[in-house]
């Protein structure tokens, strides 16, 4: 789950990380009420899950509470477009008006896991405020590591090897190293996935800060954190996949015409992918699970129909616990019910198919049986032309 | 011969009483897996198709002899179960789950760390030598007995390949799902290094899929050691950056885990690399043929 930069600041605040202090605003006024606050020389800042967003106007320092009114007045309700948005950008709702800080110089800090060592890694760099892929790919040596042992924890040596390391300065080092030890014990007990300050500012009197604060939070672990479960913040989530969440269907959206529905993961990238082979573009990723049923099938349905870029459907089923004859009559109920208009190819394979295949044949619809999934790649690209 | 699984595998099921463990249970036994009991804490003494039922993976041991394990434990108390099967000595352990918290997943591999058992999973379809013994959920009637290895990250892509291969009449000596979660057991690495080894292994399959780097350093062990065919796939070449593709831990993220560098690196070590899977079984049979 991907969370706010203000809210992601209040939980490290909460840790013990230092942060600016600032107000999150919903409306013009509360912007307003909060640049008064904080003396008028402020920073206003759109919050979007995105990142990139002060290269695409959603970050202005201003002198004045008036200043800050009309920054606010400009960024709230703008659509925002960043490297991470697409081109249609996405809209802001939410402000963060922060105090603003003398910097002195700008560093980065940031937990993730090491997959292969399955083990959570430390990683801090002198340069700060760039992306941190960017760094990785031109510089790699200017990010240095210190891995987290599992029930040990990040040890203030560790900490001390990166601050000195990225070259913070003596008299810094100590207030450093309190917030990277604060940021580590925030990740463990917050089951964060990654956790990134990006820039972590020395100031000119020479205390740090995190400026930003991105925190995404393992979905698996979010049982254990019912005081996360009001952070999710459904506006800036794709709505199809807000409903399809609601039936425990994996749906993403993307930007093709061909839309899929597949059970397990794995295949149904192989079928996004068979379809771009063929000369095709996905609609969406659609994994109905290891065990769906018609219920669920109607819902993928509709949640696939209701994209209306959509041409034309694939449905790609190899049947081991999802027996195809389950799937085939969820399909036919399905068409009934929604009225189908668009063309639509099914493969099945598996446990059941012949009953499968029947149901789907005898069902009156015009339905499509392929056989094999490249068969089923080259009649769905056809069929959407 | 096979790797890992045989007729001589004595299994107990973790979640046996449960709905997903008796229904994979009572087919695995239907295919001749010697399912020799089970666990669920507080119906120990009791029975279950037929079989007993432990309170703890300790008692089974005992009394049965059993030296594999398979979970189907809900994901808040999956990883207890992966280190209480690990402490009770069994030496296979396969983890079905889907969705264990990845911080319980780094302190259950700590505890693996030394131990002489290898765990499979977790958020895996599980393993099974055809005709002798099937643990997990695939469906075993497409598999054939035979020998091809088939090692993958995904379940019903690992079922397509299969079943491409029994259908040109090719069997398979194991098949292996390793799980598509961030942390897992078995590797790519390591299952390949068994198949290997296996003088009744022929020929290899490899499936991978977008998300950290386990292809690449099996594709670097391959083209150093493995001299028999290894055909791949790997799922997720139209997959955007940034989004989680149904596996947890199919995802490319800060510019690593693409399809296109995986797919480069296994071509370099002299993988057969499919560009779709519908070609998997089909490139086998011409990498057997030559």
New interface residues.
């Given amino acids: 789950m991907k969370i706010h930069e203000y809210q992601g600041k209040a939980i490290l605040a909460r840790f013990g990380v230092p942060v600016p202090k600032g107000k999150v605003a919903f409306t013009v006024d509360e912007a307003e009420a909060a640049a008064k606050e904080l003396g008028g020389f402020v920073v206003v800042k759109a919050q979007i899950h995105a990142g990139g967003r002060g290269k695409g106007g959603g970050v202005k320092v201003t002198k004045s509470v008036a200043d800050a009114v009309e920054a606010s007045k400009k960024i709230l309700g703008m659509q925002l477009i960043t490297h991470q948005t697409g081109p249609q950008g996405q809209r802001v709702r939410r402000l963060l008006v922060e105090e603003a800080l003398p910097i002195e110089k700008e560093f980065y800090l940031g937990i993730t896991l090491d997959r292969a060592k399955g083990k959570n890694v430390f990683m801090a760099s002198s340069e700060g405020g760039m992306e941190i892929e960017v760094v990785a790919e031109h510089s790699p040596e200017k990010i240095l590591k210190e891995t987290i042992e599992p029930g040990v924890g990040l040890q203030p040596f560790q900490a001390r090897n990166l601050a000195f390391g990225i070259g913070l300065p003596a008299g810094s080092i100590n207030a450093a190293v309190k917030a990277m030890m604060a940021l580590a014990k925030a990740y463990e007990e917050s089951d964060a996935s990654l956790a990134e300050i990006n820039p972590f500012i020395l100031l000119k009197d020479g205390r740090v800060m995190a400026l930003d604060a991105k925190i995404n939070i393992d979905d698996n672990a979010l049982y254990r954190h019912p005081e996360y479960a009001d952070l999710r913040d459904l506006d800036e989530e794709d709505p199809l996949e807000v409903e399809a969440s609601k039936f425990q269907l994996n749906y993403i959206k993307l930007d093709g015409n061909i839309a899929c529905m597949v059970n397990g993961a794995g295949l149904a990238m192989g079928t996004m992918d068979i379809i771009k082979w063929a000369g095709g573009e996905p609609a969406n990723f659609l994994d109905v699970g290891g065990g769906a049923n018609e219920e669920q099938i109607k819902n993928a349905f509709r949640i696939l129909l209701s994209d209306s870029a959509v041409k034309a459907v694939l449905i790609n089923i190899f049947g081991g616990i999802l027996r195809c004859d389950v799937l085939a009559t969820g399909v036919v109920n399905a068409a009934r019910e929604l009225g189908i208009g668009l063309p639509v190819v099914i493969r099945m394979e598996g446990t059941n198919v012949e009953e499968g295949k029947r149901i789907i044949r005898e069902s009156g619809f015009n339905f499509q049986v392929a056989d094999g999934m490249k068969d089923a790649a080259e009649k769905v690209v056809r069929a959407a032309q | 011969m096979s790797i890992f699984v045989n007729k001589q595998t004595r299994l107990i099921v973790q979640g046996f009483t449960g709905s997903q463990g008796t229904f994979h249970a009572t087919q695995s036994i239907n295919y001749g897996t010697n399912v020799v009991g089970g666990v669920t804490p507080g119906k120990g003494g009791s029975k279950h198709l037929d079989r007993p039922v432990f309170d703890t993976v300790a008692a089974a041991v005992q009394d049965t002899g059993a030296n594999a394990t398979v979970i189907f434990v809900p994901?808040?108390f999956a990883a207890d179960a992966i280190m209480e099967a690990a402490e009770a000595g069994i030496r296979l352990i396969v983890a079905i789950t889907e969705?264990?918290?990845?911080?319980d997943?780094?302190?259950a591999?700590?505890f693996l760390e030394g131990r002489d058992c290898v765990l499979i999973g977790p958020n895996c379809?599980g393993i099974i030598t055809p005709e002798e013994c099937r643990i997990g959920?695939?469906?075993g009637?497409?598999h054939k007995r035979g020998h091809v290895g088939v090692v993958?990250?995904?379940?019903?892509?690992?079922?397509?390949a299969v079943?491409q291969l029994t259908a040109l009449g090719i069997g398979q000596s194991t098949c292996i799902g390793i799980g598509?979660d961030?942390?897992i057991g078995t590797t790519h690495l390591d299952a390949i290094k068994f198949f290997n080894a296996d003088p009744d292994t022929h020929a290899i399959v490899m499936?991978g899929?977008?998300?950290?780097?386990?292809e690449e350093?099996a594709a670097a062990y391959i083209k150093d050691h493995v001299t028999k065919p290894v055909v791949g796939?790997i799922?997720?070449?139209?997959?955007?950056p940034?989004?989680r593709?149904?596996?947890?831990?199919?995802i490319i993220?800060?510019?690593s885990g693409k399809a296109s560098d995986k797919m480069a690196a296994m071509t370099a070590a002299g993988i057969t690399v499919c560009?779709?899977?519908?070609?998997i079984g089909q490139k086998v049979k011409e990498r057997l043929s030559n």
């Fill in positions: 994901p808040p969705g264990i918290p990845v911080r997943m780094i302190a591999r700590q379809p959920i695939m469906p009637h497409i993958s990250r995904s379940g019903t892509l690992t079922y397509e079943g598509g961030p942390i499936i899929e977008i998300g950290g780097n386990n350093i796939f799922a997720g070449q139209t997959a955007p940034g989004r593709m149904g596996h947890a831990g199919a993220a800060g510019g560009s779709t899977p519908a070609e």
